[in-house]
């Protein structure tokens, strides 16, 4: 089976623009699920989503949301870039909820 | 609160020497525990799950033990190898929920 993919690996904006993120979960897996990693803070919870509906969400702002299509892929937008945003986005995708995540390569986030 | 804390931030050690690093979590209700080893530049790879029954799981060189009732985790990692370097993530699940916390990670950097 293939690996949990995202697109793209790597990018560069500029503050206020948008950047929207994508990933691709292994073939039968409905759960994606969204995380911000940075040095000082780790690993963190954005959003759940399982057959088109988010089921949970993190503590972020507004300006971060996701979706979910018919065919599990995901999908991730950030508005109003902030310099602090600069991270590596990383999605884990999952058959059901409670299962063992399988973690995407991650897309490197560049804010200037 | 639910936190999930990680000892010692970083670690470095000789080829062929044996390390342990340490998750104390304060997570309730507990589902399962989870070891991740994260390459630089890459997603986190599952390298053990313990539930509430299991003590000791193994996956090669790396053994996770796990004590539900002081609620500490340990992953031990045998004849280290060049390869062992990366960032080991320590993830408690919570029941009802699925909920994911996770640990700060410890950075091993193995020496030749």
């Known amino acids: 089976k293939a690996g949990v993919t995202q697109t793209p690996r790597y990018l560069i904006k500029t503050r206020g623009q948008q950047v929207t993120l994508s990933c691709s979960p292994i073939?039968?897996?409905?759960?994606v699920s969204w995380y911000q990693q940075t040095p000082g803070q780790g690993l963190q919870f954005l959003f759940e989503?399982?057959?088109?509906?988010?089921?949970n969400k993190g503590n972020f702002p507004g300006r971060f949301s996701g979706r979910q299509f018919s065919n599990s892929r995901s999908e991730m937008n950030v508005s109003t870039l902030e310099l602090g945003d600069s991270a590596l986005y990383l999605c884990?995708?999952?058959?059901?909820?409670?299962?063992?995540?399988?973690f995407g390569p991650g897309t490197r986030l560049l804010v200037l | 609160k639910n936190q999930v804390e990680q000892s010692p931030q970083s670690l470095i050690i000789l080829e062929g020497k044996n390390c342990t690093l340490q998750?104390?979590?304060?997570?309730?209700?507990?589902?399962?525990l989870r070891w991740y080893k994260q390459d630089t530049g890459r997603g986190p790879v599952s390298l053990t799950i313990m539930t509430f029954s299991e003590n000791t799981k193994s996956n090669g060189r790396y053994t996770a033990t796990l004590d539900a009732d002081t609620k500490q985790s340990s992953l031990h990692i045998t004849a280290s190898q060049l390869s062992d370097s990366a960032s080991y993530i320590c993830v408690v699940i919570k029941a009802a929920g699925n909920k994911l916390t996770f640990g700060g990670g410890t950075r091993v950097l193995v020496k030749p």
């Open positions: 998750c104390n979590y304060t997570v309730s209700p507990f589902s399962n």
């Open positions: 073939s039968g897996h409905r759960s």
């Open positions: 989503y399982f057959s088109e509906t988010q089921r």
């Open positions: 884990a995708t999952r058959a059901m909820p409670g299962e063992t995540q399988y």
